[in-house]
């Protein structure tokens, strides 16, 4: 993770003598009894797809009252990473990872080119906002959340949701609803002020105690690399110990919470650099903003840990971290693919009598 034109911040001693910690304290409770939004009809956040596939996941997040824009593209990204070649070891394509049976079914020509392809973002997309319907439609009349119990459904299938009135008792489903929930509100355009993070002091005294450090690629700050690190090492290292855990990678961490605006950035915030600013996968660097347009980040190989402006051309956006976002994102692999925690289309996540199931698991490389 490079961070490649931002201008060393040699004025940034300014910015720490006011005291960060006060700043984020004072702008948490300025920010406290903010409500948050609803996600159900909300619009995507800018920067949160790949502009690609922007109008398509706006579009078919609409289909039915169950689903929403940002709720459709939190699946896609737990699915694949919003990769369109994705494929799972037990068989699931595409970039909603469809198993081969269930696309048979629900498998939507989108793009009016005449087939059905699993393989087509666009298919993708839209099958699986009609698959989401079919079981929103399915578990229709069991009380509570739609939206909950259509997601549980689609995790252990919809006998498991109206047998139980409800989400069912599984640990994996109850996850899965609370996850895309959560996570969907990263993808979720806000329309109030963000609420700023109680933990955001902590995290910002940790990356200070690290100043003037040595960038190392891979870097953890662990012993063996005498407590080095890279950009989003850094990062993680600084939210964990404020007892959040972060993904390891910058693309990954972009989206653990809601997006502020560049008016609205507080002390603690994580602020991202992309090659592409349409597309969030171009992501390469990440540093924790401090106040006045300055960062502390870990630039590159050569250069220290330091104080560098914020605003430059690769500059895309910011996440306001919370412990309920970072706790929803799917982990990686090894190769780098995405470890999603569902896998309907193959095996429910109990035992149960057979009912419809859909999508399972991979992602893109790191």
């Keep these: 993770m490079v961070l490649r034109k931002a201008g060393t911040a040699a004025a940034a001693a300014g910015v720490v003598a006011f005291g960060f910690i006060g700043l984020v304290t004072m702008g948490t409770y300025a920010a ?42 939190a ?4 699915e694949s990473g919003f990769d369109p070649r994705a494929r799972s070891g037990v068989g699931a394509q595409g970039m909603a990872q469809f198993m081969p049976g269930t ?4 498998g939507t020509d989108a793009n009016g080119d005449g ?29 509570g959340d739609a939206q909950a119990n259509m997601l549980a459904a689609y995790n252990a299938g919809p006998y498991a949701v109206t047998s139980n009135r409800g989400i069912p008792p599984y640990k994996e489903t109850q996850g899965y609803v609370r996850n895309i929930q959560a996570m969907a509100r990263s993808f979720t355009a806000p329309t109030a002020p963000v609420q700023v993070s109680a933990q955001s002091a902590g995290a910002i005294y940790f990356a200070q105690t690290k100043l003037g450090l040595p960038y190392l690629w891979g870097g953890e700050g662990l012993p063996s690399q005498s407590g080095r690190f890279d950009c989003s090492g850094l990062t993680r290292a600084a939210y964990e110990s404020v007892g959040i855990a972060l993904p390891r990678v910058a693309n990954d961490q972009w989206y653990a919470g809601p997006h502020p605006s560049r008016d609205q950035l507080r002390p603690g915030d994580l602020v991202f650099f992309a090659t592409d600013l349409s597309d969030p996968r171009s992501i390469h660097h990440v540093g924790i903003y401090v106040g006045g347009g300055y960062m502390i980040n870990a630039p590159h190989t050569g250069a220290l840990i330091r ?20 706790q929803a994102l799917p982990t990686r692999n090894d190769d780098g693919s995405v470890n999603a925690p569902s896998r309907p289309g193959g095996s429910p ?11 399972a698991a991979t992602g893109p490389g790191r």
Excluded: F, H
């Design 349 to 359: 996540a109990v035992a149960a009598p057979p009912a419809p199931t859909g999508p």
């Design 115 to 143: 087939r059905k392809d699993v393989w087509d973002p666009y298919d993708a997309i839209a099958s699986a906002a009609v698959y989401d319907c079919a079981l929103a439609k399915d578990v229709s009349g069991v009380p």
């Design 32 to 73: 406290s009894g903010t409500p948050e939004q609803s996600v159900n009809r909300s619009a995507l956040s800018p920067g949160t797809v790949p502009a690609a596939y922007q109008d398509a996941i706006q579009k078919w997040g609409a289909l039915c009252p169950a689903i929403s824009p940002p709720m459709l593209a």
């Design 103 to 106: 696309w048979a079914t629900y």
């Design 307 to 326: 104080y560098d402006k914020i605003d430059t051309r690769e500059y895309i956006g910011a996440t306001r971290v919370t412990s309920d976002g970072a």
């Design 75 to 78: 699946q896609l990204y737990q």
